[in-house]
């Protein structure tokens, strides 16, 4: 159910260009809108989402994919703008003094600097959504968080243990495994050493 970090396939990637597109200059007036609209999706409680995605989209998948979408956003873009202004403005200065336009800029020179944090704001969206991703399971979508409401519902202590414990596991297996792909991407592009 969740890919990377969020529950549509290149929905990451879209949160990420909207974060690369906030800073400098022409974007700091849309920043202050932008991070609204990426603190919204994380205020509401996913029951809530839940309750007022179910009546526009019915009950199974789509609402639980709604929320951890809305769930996912606030990190990725926080760390993708985070990432992107600690860029330091000499290295900048030198881009620019090599000729480079404003997307060779972004592509080769701040977005590499930017990649730990981009990184560490997936690993963060990835754990937020994988144990968000249980409660999918009151709107009648598949996944772990069945488990867990059928030891609800029957009172049965070891199923709401094997649920949680199944869950938990995913998380941290998914968030060292986003920690060696951050850990070898930037010691390929030579931020890290070997």
């Given at each position: 159910?969740?890919?990377?970090?969020?529950?549509?396939?290149?929905?990451?990637?879209?949160?990420?260009?909207?974060?690369?597109?906030?800073?400098?200059?022409?974007?700091?007036?849309?920043?202050?809108?932008?991070?609204?609209?990426?603190?919204?999706?994380?205020?509401?409680?996913?029951?809530?989402?839940?309750?007022?995605?179910?009546?526009?989209?019915?009950?199974?998948?789509?609402?639980?994919?709604?929320?951890?979408?809305?769930?996912?956003?606030?990190?990725?873009?926080?760390?993708?703008?985070?990432?992107?202004?600690?860029?330091?403005?000499?290295?900048?200065?030198?881009?620019?003094?090599?000729?480079?336009?404003?997307?060779?800029?972004?592509?080769?020179?701040?977005?590499?600097?930017?990649?730990?944090?981009?990184?560490?704001?997936?690993?963060?969206?990835?754990?937020?959504?994988?144990?968000?991703?249980?409660?999918?399971?009151?709107?009648?979508?598949?996944?772990?968080?069945?488990?867990?409401?059928?030891?609800?519902?029957?009172?049965?202590?070891?199923f709401i243990l094997q649920?949680?414990?199944?869950?938990?596991?995913?998380a941290v297996t998914r968030?060292?495994?986003?920690?060696?792909?951050?850990?070898?991407?930037?010691?390929?592009?030579?931020?890290?050493?070997?």
């Amino acid at each position: 159910l969740v890919w990377v970090s969020c529950p549509w396939r290149g929905a990451a990637f879209r949160v990420v260009r909207a974060g690369v597109s906030v800073p400098g200059k022409r974007g700091e007036l849309l920043l202050p809108l932008s991070r609204a609209i990426a603190k919204a999706g994380q205020t509401f409680p996913p029951v809530a989402v839940l309750a007022l995605a179910v009546p526009a989209t019915g009950f199974g998948a789509a609402p639980t994919l709604i929320a951890l979408f809305l769930y996912g956003l606030l990190p990725i873009f926080e760390n993708t703008v985070s990432g992107l202004r600690q860029v330091s403005p000499s290295v900048l200065d030198a881009a620019d003094g090599m000729g480079m336009d404003a997307i060779q800029r972004l592509l080769r020179v701040e977005l590499p600097l930017a990649l730990p944090l981009i990184l560490e704001g997936l690993k963060v969206a990835t754990v937020i959504n994988i144990g968000t991703a249980t409660i999918g399971s009151t709107v009648a979508a598949k996944g772990l968080g069945e488990v867990i409401i059928a030891g609800l519902i029957s009172d049965n202590t070891a199923f709401i243990l094997q649920g949680g414990l199944i869950v938990g596991l995913m998380a941290v297996t998914r968030h060292e495994a986003l920690g060696l792909i951050e850990s070898a991407s930037t010691q390929r592009i030579g931020l890290r050493p070997a």
